[in-house]
């Protein structure tokens, strides 16, 4: 039986959005993954915007299935650059290399858009799996446009230069982080990695 895995934005592909919030709210039940009807409800035509991650089986009902998802917002201070939040695979398909596709099609998404560079942040526990990605730990702040919508984070919601989207900022924004809270590693990891055989400057 043939099985492929594509990334669908979910403003073309509303009906996928419910599973998509159950997915996110699995991993994190704090994030506000309720409001992702609203944030896809516009026509998407760059960053910020949702992904599902469709698994398409050709001789099985259901033939779609959503199995992850992966949002996109832009980094505001360093040129080419994305912020990867809520990457996630559903909690009960782990283990079966899934990660890995969702991370290969994130990068090849990324890549068509003319992306160079991608970061995203996650905790201890995952760390392992994105050294083994190819992704690295950094140490300097990226800038975004609305960074961790979805609040990912559990308690602290941003960071100073990440400015949630016009109009977003009251139900968006918590917390704000110290720099040294973002960089030594309280917080979690924060990852980077090149599109491009070049190598990014620190
Ligand atoms: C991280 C995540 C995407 C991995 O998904 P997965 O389907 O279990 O991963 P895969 O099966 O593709 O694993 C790929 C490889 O990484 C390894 N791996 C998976 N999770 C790992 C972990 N937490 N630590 C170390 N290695 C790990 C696997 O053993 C496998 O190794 P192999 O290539 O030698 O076989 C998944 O655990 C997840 O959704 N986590 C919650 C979301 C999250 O924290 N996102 C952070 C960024 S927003």
Known sequence: MAVTYTLIPLHLRQDFIPACIKVLKHEWPQC???????????KCTGLSCSLGLIEHRDHALPKDTVIGHVRFVPVTNRPK???IEGQCIDGAKRG????????????EFLGKLGYHEV??????????FYLRQG??????????????????????ASWHGNTASRGWEEEYEGPIATEEEVTDGVLGFFFVK??????TQD
């Open 135 to 156: 992704y690295r730990v950094h140490k300097f702040l990226v800038h975004t446009g609305g960074a961790n919508l979805l609040r990912t984070f559990g308690d602290v």
């Open 96 to 107: 079966r290399g899934l990660g890995k596709i969702i991370r290969d099609r994130t990068e």
């Open 194 to 199: 090149s599109l491009v055989e070049v190598s």
């Open 32 to 42: 506000k993954a309720e409001l992702l009807p609203r944030l896809e409800n516009a």
């Open 119 to 128: 970061h995203l942040h996650t905790d201890a526990s995952h760390k392992g």
């Open 81 to 83: 650059a994305v912020f």
